[in-house]
Structure formats: C-alpha cells, structure tokens
C-alpha cells in the first residue's frame, strides 16, 4: 500500500536570519518531519499542501527558493523512516514528568497556582496531539495521565465538586419551575456560573439564588444545582450546564451546545475549546474583583450574553 507525502524544499539567502527563524517556527508548529536542512516532510493531504504552499510564498517573498512536492511510497522501510520522523515520544515523556512534578505540588499544603499550570499542561497536550500524524501508546499514556491529574486537583481543591452520576435525563416543562429558588455552592466557578445564566437566561426569569457554604445546608423546597444530590447535576459525561439544556430541551440551540462544550472543557476536561483560556481568565479575574455572589453573577451574565451572541452569529 503506497503512503503519501507532500516535500516542501527550501533555501533562503544566508542574511536572512529572521525570516529563516520564523519560517521555521511555523513548520515546527505544523508538526514537520525534517528530513535534512531545508527538506521537510508532511502527510499529503489538502490542508498540508496549503500550509506548505503558504511557506513557499513567504520563503519566495524573502528572496529565496521554495518547492512544494508530492510524492509516494510503498517502500515499507522507507515508510517506517518517514513515520519515525513524526515520533512525539519526548514530547509526551516531558508531559509525563511535569504530571509527576505537579502532582507532587497536590501533596502539599498550599498548592498555589497549581489549577493554572494544569490548564497550561492540558493545552500543551493539545497542541502535541495536534500534530500527532501517527498516535500510539504514548499519547493513551500522557492523555491518561493529564485527566487523572484532573481529576485529582478537582477533589483537592474542589472538595464539593460532584460527582457525575449514571442515568438518563427527564424532559421537563419550564412553566414548572418559576419564580423558584435555585442554589448551588458558593463562589461559583464555570459550570456554576454558566448555570445560573442559563437558569436566568432560558428557564425561570424570575429565579433567586441561594449560595451554599455547604451542600448540606441546601432548604428541601430549593431547586439545588451542580452538587452531589442537587435535582440538576452531572450525568455521565455532562456537566450540570449541559443536564440543563438537556432537561428542559434547549439541546437544539447551536450556540447554547457550543457553550456546552466549553463549560464541559473548564470545568471537568475534555476536546480543548479554543475560548476557554479566554474565558477562564476573565472569571478568575471577576472572582477576584467580586467577593459578592450575587454581584459576581451580575457580571457574569453579560459576559455569557457575549459569548451567546458571539456563537449565533451570521459567521459561526
């Protein structure tokens, strides 16, 4: 069976230091084989050739030479050599060592910063296993890995985090729940936050919230949300926000499920959502700024108005 490449060959006159450094960053961040100085290598497809052939242009635009060839082999050595030249092996051993070191900081008392540095750790992750042409053992191990440590900085952190919990979702009716009373934990992180908006937004205008020291102090008359035992809580792989959609059927609203989808990453991992470092910063930021829950949600409420607009946009 004969595997297909695309070449790009390159050379750029010897003055030209910086545009060779940054013609080279751009390669690298494509995830080129390097095959000798200025020979790089790339599975053939539509997108490579594009990317290669936008390099060209800026290798030509600089003075120099650039080439842009397909070719194929059934060679099953030749194969093997080519392949070997995308291995992220060290790439994903360094992955490994920084969930060691950091795991170690969870055993501490005082682990600061430590949320930030996973959220760093998971997006270089993402970017490896983006340009992971040929994925095997290592990237199961490291991506393993990465989530264990998730999951663990969760429970230390967020001792109060639930649960997700089997089972399927009741469809409900929202002239059932208004003007109700809605309360989860207090100082409210994504998916908290992202609920109460919807909540607001969606479900019950008129809504009060109650922000809970403890789950245990949750009124039987309150509609609890995003604690273990709450009425809306995580569902196997859905995070409360995405329950809720789910529960009184807002599950057809693109822009509500791409909301989903980054409440999801923030809040308990998963695909990498481009927004998300983003939108964590801003309520770190917020959070810092409002030590009032009810003034947090506020602001809250207009940045996810934003983003909800931003997402049914004509060009989204």
Sequence with gaps: MDHHWLLLIMSLPTPQA???????????????????????????????RNCLEAQADEIRSEGGTAYVLACSTGDQAQVEAFTTLFDRSDDYAQVLVAVEELARMLASELPVGLQRRV???????????AVDFFPGEAREQ??????????????????????????????????????RVWATRRRPWIDRLASAWLIRCFIDPHARFLWLTAPGE??????????????????????????????????????????????????????????????????RGMQLRWADDDELLAEAQKMFDSFYLEFTGPDT
């Design 18 to 48: 910086s545009a060779r450094m940054r013609i080279w960053r751009a390669l690298k961040a494509a995830g080129c084989g390097v095959l000798r100085d200025g020979v790089y290598l790339l599975p053939a497809s539509e997108v490579f």
């Design 119 to 129: 959220e760093r750790l998971r997006r270089t992750l993402a970017e490896i296993v």
């Design 142 to 179: 490291a991506a393993n890995a990465v989530a264990a440590l998730e999951q663990a900085v969760s429970e230390r952190l967020s001792p109060d985090e639930p649960r997700c919990v089997p089972g399927s979702i009741e469809r409900l009716d929202r002239a059932d729940f208004q003007s």
């Design 218 to 283: 949750c009124p039987p008359d309150v509609l609890g949300f995003d604690f273990d035992g709450a009425r809306f809580t995580h569902v196997g792989v859905r995070v409360t926000f995405e329950v809720l959609l789910a529960s009184f059927s807002l599950d057809g609203d693109p822009a509500l499920i791409r909301l989903g989808a980054l409440v999801r990453y923030l809040d308990t991992g998963g695909l990498p959502v481009p927004e998300a470092p983003g939108l964590a910063a801003l309520i």
